[in-house]
């Protein structure tokens, strides 16, 4: 495809290749969020193993090895940090959703502050959305660029004075996440965990806590979870790459229990 004759971007002329690329144009990506602790990738083969299934899935053919090797070294450099790695399938060898196959895929690598002691409050409040996701199981897991579910989320939680965190249901009604965590809730003296087969990221920090719950023997239940049974859940707790496992202490207004087996898990994750 020949590139435009001019690209204006905020009205002063750029580059004219990196508009094209379809990570940009459509989507046409996946990105991971990751923590560096004392110069090392936390949770790095989580991650790997979770962006190497999502390029499969989409075929994308990025050079894996050498986007970490880059990871790695910049995570080395910056010692403590929030990296945000972004592969997208690049720029457009035509016009049109369909790729060639001919596409370069290119790596976006960002490093941030990490964390700031006391980022989180004291009470975490969650409150239900109205928003939803979207079901379409060819999608169901992948960390994808397209977040505009979740930025119409985010925009409809600012109506929720003061909440951290908004639960969102799939188009079917029933439970899938927050707008930016997995969940866990304990209702009826047993630990669940929204299944993502249809629509939902697949966060690291989830497959960390099911791992780690399995060490430490608290039986958790990967399952459909009902709207109804989160509303009477006893306690609630929030998983991403950034925020580690925490423990909610409101839902829609509700005082939320500290689970002990909730609690133990959060503190093992945090060891790691």
Not at 116 to 124: C, D, F, S, V
Not at 211 to 228: C, D, F, K, W
Request: net charge neutral.
């Amino acid at each position: 495809m020949s590139m435009p004759a001019e690209v204006l971007v905020d009205g002063l002329p750029a580059d004219a290749r990196w508009p094209m690329d379809r990570g940009l144009l459509y989507g046409d990506g996946l990105f991971e969020t990751m923590l560096a602790r004392h110069g090392a990738i936390r949770f790095e083969a989580d991650h790997s193993a979770r962006l190497a299934e999502g390029c499969r899935r989409l075929g994308i053919n990025a050079d894996l090895p050498r986007i970490w090797s880059d990871a790695r070294a910049a995570a080395a450099r910056h010692v403590d940090a929030t990296l945000r790695l972004q592969v997208t399938r690049g720029v457009a060898e035509a016009r049109g959703y369909t790729p060639t196959g001919r596409e370069q895929p290119c790596a976006i690598l960002a490093m941030f502050a990490p964390p700031a002691p006391g980022e989180l409050p004291e009470r975490i409040r969650v409150s239900t959305l109205e928003a939803q996701l979207g079901e379409n199981p060819a999608l169901a897991g992948l960390k994808h660029c397209n977040r505009l579910e979740q930025v119409l989320a985010r925009q409809a939680l600012q109506a929720h004075s003061g909440a951290f965190e908004g639960l969102m249901c799939s188009s079917s009604g029933v439970l899938v996440s927050g707008t930016m965590s997995n969940v866990f809730i304990e209702v009826d003296g047993e630990i669940l965990t929204p299944a993502l087969d249809r629509c939902g990221v697949a966060g690291v920090l989830r497959a960390v806590a099911l791992r780690e719950a399995g060490q430490l023997g608290i039986p958790v239940q990967v399952t459909t979870v009902a709207p109804a049974a989160a509303a009477r859940c006893s306690a609630l707790a929030l998983s991403n790459a950034r925020m580690g496992l925490v423990m909610a202490h409101e839902l829609d207004g509700r005082a939320l229990a500290i689970s002990p087996r909730l609690q133990a898990l959060a503190q093992r994750v945090a060891q790691l």
